[in-house]
C-alpha cells in the first residue's frame, strides 16, 4: 500500500529558532500533499495544499510567511515552521494519495516550542 | 452547515461488543469514501476505502454507504481493547484532490 513518511516524529526548538519537517511519498508520485495541524482532543485542521513546482495553497488564517511550504519533488514536501513560538506547538500532520485514491497520512510530527 | 457530520462521541463500549460508528454529509457529489483509525499522538491510518454505495467487509470491519440517505456507518464486530482510538469519517468528489473529514469520534472498549 501507499506509504508517506514524515520526519521527525517530534521536535523540540526554543522560541525564535525555525524548525523544518519532512514530508515524503515513499513507493509512489504525489503532486499534491497536504498538511494538517492538530490540537488535542480536536479533529485535522488543513493548513495548507502543497503542489509539485508551484506555490502552496493556504487556508484562511493560516500565515503563509510562517509556515513556509516547499514541494521540489514528486515525492517530498517540506513545512517550515519560522520563527516559532509557544502557541506554535501542536501536532503537524502530512498526507498524499496517489491519483484517485484515498489520502494516506505520515505518522505526525509532535513539536513543542519551549 | 458542515460538508460532514460526526457525533464526536466518546463512545465506550465493553469488549465484544458492536460498535457502530455514523457520519452524514450534505453534498451528493461524494463518491468516495474512507474511515480512518487515529491512535493518540499518531497519523491517521487507513481503514476502509468504498466508492459509491454499498457495502464493504475486511475483517471486523464493515462499511456501509447509503447515498441515497447521505449516511455512512462503519461497523466494528467482536470489539477488541485495541480498537480503542479515534475515527474519523472522509470522503471526496469523484474528481479532483479536495478531501473533507468528520471530527473524529473517540471510542473506548473496555476489557
Known amino acids: 500500500g501507499a506509504v508517506v513518511s514524515q520526519h521527525p516524529s517530534w521536535v523540540i526548538c526554543k522560541s525564535g529558532t525555525s524548525v523544518k519537517i519532512e514530508c515524503r511519498s515513499l513507493d509512489f508520485q504525489a503532486t499534491t500533499m497536504f498538511w494538517y495541524r492538530q490540537f488535542p482532543k480536536q479533529s485535522l485542521m488543513l493548513m495548507a495544499t502543497?503542489?509539485?513546482?508551484?506555490?502552496?495553497?493556504?487556508e484562511q488564517g493560516v500565515e503563509k510567511d510562517k509556515f513556509l511550504i516547499n514541494h521540489a519533488s514528486l515525492t517530498l514536501s517540506t513545512l517550515t515552521v519560522t520563527s516559532a513560538h509557544p502557541e506554535d506547538s501542536s501536532f503537524y500532520i502530512c498526507s498524499a494519495s496517489p491519483g484517485n485514491s484515498p489520502l494516506h497520512f505520515g505518522n505526525g510530527t509532535r513539536l513543542t516550542v519551549t | 452547515q458542515k460538508e460532514v457530520e460526526q457525533d464526536p462521541g466518546p463512545l465506550s463500549v465493553p469488549e465484544g461488543a458492536i460498535v457502530s460508528l455514523n457520519c452524514t454529509y450534505s453534498n451528493s457529489a461524494f463518491q468516495y469514501f474512507m474511515w480512518y483509525r487515529q491512535y493518540s499522538r499518531k497519523g491517521p491510518e487507513l481503514l476502509m476505502y468504498?466508492?459509491?454505495?454499498g457495502n464493504k467487509e475486511d475483517g471486523r470491519f464493515t462499511a456501509q454507504v447509503d447515498k441515497s440517505s447521505k449516511y455512512i456507518s462503519l461497523f466494528i464486530r467482536d470489539s477488541q481493547p485495541s480498537d480503542s482510538a479515534t475515527y474519523l469519517c472522509?470522503?471526496?468528489?469523484?474528481?479532483?484532490?479536495?478531501?473533507?473529514f468528520g471530527t473524529g469520534t473517540s471510542l473506548t472498549v473496555i476489557p
Open positions: 502543497s503542489n509539485e513546482g508551484s506555490k502552496a495553497t493556504y
Open positions: 468504498t466508492y459509491s454505495s
Open positions: 472522509a470522503m471526496s468528489r469523484i474528481t479532483g484532490n479536495q478531501f473533507y
